[in-house]
C-alpha cells in the first residue's frame, strides 16, 4: 500500500500537523490567537494578495497565516482531515451547522432565484428556508417523501422558474424519519436544468450518515454540509458545522465566512481534531448497536412501526437507493409507539439510562419527541404528510453496552400502559 493510500481513520492523528513547528509536541497544540506575525512585509503583502484574490497563487505556493477569521492553524488542520472522508478538494468549518447552511444558502441564492429542496429538513433549515429566504424573494419549492422524479421534474416546469432553478438541497436520511432520497437522481435534474452560464448546485445535508457512511460528492452532488455537533464532534460537548466541495466553490464559501466571521473558534476546531481520532470506531459501534435495537423494536407488541434504513425491505425503491449510496444504515432509529403522545412521554418519562434530549451522534443514547420538541416549528398539515406524529420517537444510539440499551427500551415500554384512561394526578 502507498502511502497516499492509507484510509482516512489512519490519518486522523497526524495529517497535516507538522510537531517541528510546535516544539515536537505530539499533539497539535490550540492555537489561541488572533493574529498572526510576518516575517517582513513583502511577506504581509504577499499573503494579503492571496487572501484578497488579487493574484493567481503561484505552484506550491500556500496561504499564510495572517488572521483568525481568515485562517488559524487548528481550523486548516482540521479541514485538510475532514476532507480526507468526503475525498473533497476543500473544506470550511463553522461555528455551527446552521452557520455551514445559512451561509452556503446565502453565497448561492439570490432573490428571484428558485430552490428546491426535500422534505422533511432540519428544523432549523426549515425556519431558514420559510423565514428568510422567502422575504428576500427566493422561491421555494419542497419535495414531499414518496414524490417521483418525474413530478418534481414536472413540479419545476410548472414553476415558470425553470430557468432560475439555482440549487437543489437534500437531506437524507432525513430528521426525524430516515426518509431517502436519490442524489444521483437529483443530480441528473440539476444537470438537466443547467445553463451554460448558470449550473445548478446540488447541495446535501450529510449530518445523519456522514463522513463515514454516504459521500454525497461522489453521487453527483457539488456541497455536503454537516451540523459538526453531531457524529463529526461526537461528545455533545461543542456545537459546529462544515462545508465541503471543489476548489471553485469553497473559495466563494470560504469568502462570505471571512466576512460574515461565522467560522469555528480555534478551541472548538482542536476539540473536533480530538474527536476525528476516534470517529470510525464510535460510528462502528453506534450503527452496530443501532441494527440489534431497530431489530428488537420491531418485535415488540407496543411499537406499531420501526424508521430504519436497516430495516429496509428488499426489493423495494427506497432500499434500492439505500444500497446505491450508503455503506451502513446509520444510528438514528425512529418508531411509532402504540397510541398517542401520553404513551410517548411515558417511555420518555420512564428511561433511566438514556437521556431525553434532542441533538444525536454523541457517544450517549438520546431520546426526544420530534412533533413537541425538534419538529414543533413545522407546519402541522406537512407534518402529518411526512409522519411527524403524536407517536414518533426518535432515537440516536450511542456507544453503550447494547444489552443495557435493550434493558432500558424494555422496562420504559413495559411502563407504557396501551388504552388506559389518564388518571387525573398523571395530568
Ligand atoms: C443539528 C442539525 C443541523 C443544525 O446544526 P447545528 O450544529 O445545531 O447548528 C442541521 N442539519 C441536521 C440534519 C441536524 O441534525
Redesign the pocket.
Known sequence: MKENNFNPESLMMTYGYKPELSEGAIKCPIFQTSTFVFKTAEEGKAFFELAYGLREKSPKEELGLIYSRINNPNLEILENRLSLWDKSDDCAVFE???SA?STVLLEFLKPGDLLVYSNPV?G??DHFIHHFLDKIGVHTIGVMPNQGIDDVVQMIQDSGKADKLAMIYL?TPA?PTNNIVDIEKFSQIAKQFSTEDRKTLVAV?N??MGPLWQHPLQCGADLVLY?A??YIGGHSDL???AVLGNTELMIRVKTLRTFLGNMVSPHTAWLLLRSLETLKVRMDQQTKNAQVIADYLEGHAKVKKVYYLGLLKEGTADFATYKKQCSAPGAMVSFDIEGGEKEAFTFLNNLKLMKLAV??GGTESLAEHPKTMTHAGVDEGQRQQMNITDQLLRLSIGVESVDDLIWDLDQALHKVHINTPLKVDQV
Request: net charge negative; aromatic share 10%.
Open positions: 455551527s451547522g446552521m447552511i432540519y432549523g433549515t437531506e430528521n445535508d449530518t445523519y451540523s455537533t453531531k456545537i459546529a458545522g441533538s444525536l
